[in-house]
């Protein structure tokens, strides 16, 4: 299955890459906001992923952000992001990345993270470690005073940022590319991320960070599973604080 999900993952970025830096923005919907963003990078990008994958697993669950939902009765689903971070993507801003997480009866049990434009590929099983370009990877160990909080900044009307929370870190980011943050959380360079669950946006990042590591819960603090409605990724250091704070 990680293999698969790394070809996968290869391939659609090649996909993207061809087309970085000359793509046409549409919306999905009325109104103008980086959730109705979408290029024909990204459906390219999910097509060739959906159909990898299905070659080797076609009794599998799909269930991708812009077009492939099928229900085939299985324990596993493969969630996907074509592109996340499309709102970077079609601005030229190389903070973007395919993710691909597969989850087993609601729980997230493999991730691949891949940003073509800075050439950095993550992955993780349950149980094996987490890794960037090969190399073994481990959240950081900095206190709340000092960490680095990714929000998710404005969207739909409201600004999604705790002020809990900002005002008890030591650095706040939004870059609005959810695969991004858990990978920076994962290799150590960042510490906290808090959103409302969009399942294909954090299935393969709650992993990896896991793995590396870290805590995933929802905002009580439970293990973090599909049924979830909010995510906090952090450090573990911090985890208890931030939920409390929550």
Do not use: C
């Not at 998710?152 to 409201?158: A, L, P, S, V």
């Amino acid at each position: 299955m990680l293999s698969t999900a790394l070809r996968a993952a290869k391939a659609a970025g090649k996909v993207v890459m061809e087309q970085y830096g000359r793509v046409e923005t549409q919306f999905k919907g009325v109104g103008f906001g980086t959730g109705n963003i979408v290029t024909q990078a990204d459906i390219d990008s999910e097509r060739i992923i959906v159909k990898i994958i299905k070659e080797e697993f076609p009794e599998h669950n799909i269930f991708a952000e812009e077009e492939a939902r099928e229900n085939n009765g299985s324990a596993y689903t493969w969630y996907i992001d074509p592109i996340d971070g499309t709102s970077n993507f079609s601005r030229n801003i190389p903070l973007f990345g395919i993710s691909i997480g597969l989850v087993k009866d609601k729980h997230p049990i493999m991730g691949v993270l891949f940003f073509p434009a800075l050439d950095l590929l993550l992955h993780a099983e349950q149980g094996k470690g987490a890794f960037a370009n090969d190399k073994r990877i481990r959240v950081s160990q900095r206190e709340l005073h000092k960490a680095l909080y990714y929000g998710h900044g404005y969207h739909e009307g409201e600004m999604l940022i705790n002020k809990e929370i900002i005002d008890r870190v030591g650095v706040v980011k939004v870059i609005d590319a959810s695969s991004f943050e858990f990978a920076q959380i994962a290799m150590g360079d960042a510490e906290l991320y808090i959103l409302p669950t969009s399942i294909h946006d954090v299935a393969a990042g709650a992993v990896i960070v896991r793995e590396a590591g870290g805590i995933v819960s929802d905002y009580q603090g439970n293990p973090w599973t599909t049924d979830s409605a909010g995510i906090v990724a952090s450090n573990n250091v911090i985890h208890s604080k931030v939920i409390a704070l929550l």
